[in-house]
């Protein structure tokens, strides 16, 4: 049962979602089912329409500075529309404000803030286990003399494509995640065009995925797809 103040933050990905409310009233939703019940206020709401992968957050340090003037907990919906990264949750719990998420109820209190950052590392030390066991399986197969880069000379199972498949995709998540900021200075409301973007990536020398050759418009498609994640959800 919640008692206390509050100061509400919502975060979306894209103005669409913005101005659309898709995502906005699931969180909302979810902090009103938080807060009923108990002797509670609810300070002032935030919406912040920012990817999750991007550390500048005006609405949430006007969040933020309100909860210390009120000296109010922030109230979020969900672990990841505050943070995706165990070192930026570090950073926010260290500033002494009471943070709650409606998914976790239970996190609260130091000893809350001290399982939400184990539990953050553990699934970074998961990712990072999983890449380190790759290469060395990849290395280690290449020395022996097998080809890499496909099927070859067996069909492989349902299992082993989705493994791939697995390993592709985060590999692009982190490739996607080191240059969400560069394409936020280079496109920083959105409207740059393939073409140019795609010149502005090769003149800066920035690595291609494949890692060879220069920047192509569909090549910054794709990574603006990865960036604005599932359903346009970051």
Same mark, same amino acid.
């Given at each position: 049962?919640?008692?206390?103040?509050?100061?509400?933050?919502?975060?979306?990905?894209?103005?669409?979602?913005?101005?659309?409310?898709?995502?906005?009233?699931?969180?909302?939703?979810?902090?009103?089912?938080?807060?009923?019940?108990?002797?509670?206020?609810?300070?002032?709401?935030?919406?912040?329409?920012?990817?999750?992968?991007?550390? #500048?957050?005006?609405?949430?340090?006007?969040?933020?500075?309100?909860?210390?003037?009120?000296?109010?907990?922030?109230?979020?919906?969900?672990? #990841?529309? *505050?943070?995706?990264?165990?070192?930026?949750?570090?950073?926010?719990?260290?500033?002494? +404000?009471?943070?709650?998420?409606?998914? *976790?109820?239970?996190?609260?209190?130091?000893?809350?803030?001290?399982?939400?950052?184990?539990?953050?590392?553990?699934?970074?030390?998961?990712?990072?286990?999983?890449?380190?066991?790759?290469?060395?399986?990849?290395?280690?197969?290449?020395?022996?003399?097998?080809?890499?880069?496909?099927?070859?000379?067996?069909?492989?199972?349902?299992? #082993?494509?989705?493994?791939?498949?697995?390993?592709?995709?985060?590999?692009?998540?982190?490739?996607?995640?080191?240059?969400?900021?560069?394409?936020?200075?280079?496109?920083?409301?959105?409207?740059?065009?393939?073409?140019?973007?795609?010149?502005?990536?090769?003149?800066?020398? +920035?690595?291609?995925?494949?890692?060879?050759?220069?920047?192509?418009?569909?090549?910054?498609?794709?990574?603006?797809?990865?960036?604005?994640?599932?359903?346009?959800?970051?």
């Amino acid at each position: 049962m919640a008692n206390g103040r509050f100061v509400s933050y919502l975060r979306v990905s894209t103005d669409r979602q913005g101005r659309s409310g898709l995502g906005l009233e699931a969180q909302r939703a979810a902090v009103a089912s938080y807060l009923n019940g108990g002797s509670w206020s609810l300070v002032a709401e935030f919406v912040e329409v920012e990817s999750g992968r991007n550390a #500048d957050r005006p609405e949430l340090a006007r969040a933020l500075a309100l909860c210390r003037a009120h000296r109010a907990a922030l109230v979020v919906a969900k672990v #990841d529309r *505050l943070a995706r990264s165990q070192a930026f949750l570090s950073n926010l719990l260290a500033a002494g +404000i009471e943070i709650r998420f409606c998914d *976790l109820p239970q996190i609260e209190g130091p000893t809350g803030r001290f399982l939400l950052q184990q539990m953050m590392s553990v699934a970074e030390l998961e990712a990072g286990l999983i890449s380190a066991r790759t290469k060395a399986a990849l290395a280690a197969a290449k020395e022996r003399g097998q080809k890499l880069g496909g099927a070859r000379g067996r069909v492989g199972t349902a299992v #082993d494509t989705a493994k791939a498949r697995a390993v592709r995709a985060a590999k692009a998540d982190v490739r996607a995640d080191d240059l969400a900021p560069i394409m936020s200075r280079l496109d920083p409301d959105g409207t740059a065009s393939l073409r140019g973007l795609a010149a502005a990536l090769t003149a800066e020398g +920035i690595e291609t995925p494949s890692g060879r050759g220069a920047w192509t418009p569909t090549a910054v498609l794709r990574l603006k797809q990865r960036l604005s994640g599932p359903n346009g959800e970051v």
